[in-house]
């Protein structure tokens, strides 16, 4: 089964300073995709970045990057810069194996708060 | 507003009624999701439809829960003799690609 573990359930940052948020999972599929979702106060979720684990390159979009570590199974996401807007919930998501509706698995969730 | 629409958004109900929930998802997205989410927790995966069909359904999922998508667009998720446990934000996301769904806003239902 699947497992997606978040260790840090809050994080805060000042404002235009970086932080990494970790994420570890487990999987027995070997072709696979993870996902960073950002969930706003009483928004909805949006997708914020996606890795394809069969690429060694990590995913980049504009402030936002992951360093994936496929051997240790271990995905973070780095945001520099960090905006007052990013303060939100941050999951982590794996698809679950065997599920052809890439049905995800998320993690618990970091709390990230940005300090003006 | 394109997005995927969920109402009501928010629903009070006491234990032993029956609630029903819509989703509007995006026009062309064939794929359907039903999530729950609980504080403190990350959404947890309840039922797939791929246009009408209901293709996958959680273990979450008890007999008091049912779902539709009657003609592969909106969907309902109803739950018969509310539980406080069913207390939750239940997400609709739709998706044409792997993975990448696009979520409402949620619909939270208290039973009291």
């Known amino acids: 089964a699947q497992t997606v573990t978040q260790s840090q359930p809050e994080m805060s940052v000042q404002e235009a300073e970086t932080v990494t948020l970790s994420c570890t999972y487990d999987?027995?599929?070997?072709?696979?995709?993870l996902f960073w979702y950002k969930q706003p106060p009483s928004r909805q979720m949006i997708l914020v970045i996606r890795?394809?684990?069969?690429?060694?390159q990590n995913a980049t979009e504009n402030r936002f990057s992951v360093n994936f570590q496929k051997a240790a199974k271990s995905f973070s996401l780095k945001i520099s810069d960090s905006q007052l807007g990013d303060t939100a919930m941050y999951f982590c998501?794996?698809?679950?194996?065997?599920?052809?509706?890439?049905?995800?698995?998320f993690g618990k969730g970091t709390k990230l708060s940005v300090i003006p | 507003d394109t997005g995927v629409s969920q109402n009501p958004r928010h629903k009070i109900t006491k234990r032993g009624q029956n609630v029903t929930f819509r989703c509007d998802p995006i026009?062309?997205?064939?794929?359907l999701y039903w999530y729950r989410q609980t504080l403190g927790q990350g959404p947890e995966f309840l039922t797939y439809?791929?246009?009408?069909?209901?293709?996958?359904k959680s273990r979450l999922l008890s007999d008091r829960f049912s779902a539709e998508r009657p003609k592969g667009s909106f969907s309902t998720l109803e739950i018969q003799r509310t539980e406080q446990g069913d207390s939750a934000m239940y997400l609709c996301?739709?998706?044409?690609?792997?993975?990448?769904?696009?979520f409402g806003e949620g619909s939270r239902l208290t039973v009291l």
């Open positions: 996301a739709s998706s044409i690609y792997a993975g990448e769904l696009f």
């Open positions: 999987t027995s599929e070997n072709n696979y995709y």
């Open positions: 890795q394809e684990a069969y690429k060694q």
């Open positions: 998501a794996i698809p679950r194996s065997g599920a052809g509706s890439y049905q995800l698995t």
């Open positions: 026009s062309e997205h064939n794929r």
């Open positions: 439809f791929q246009n009408e069909a209901q293709l996958e």
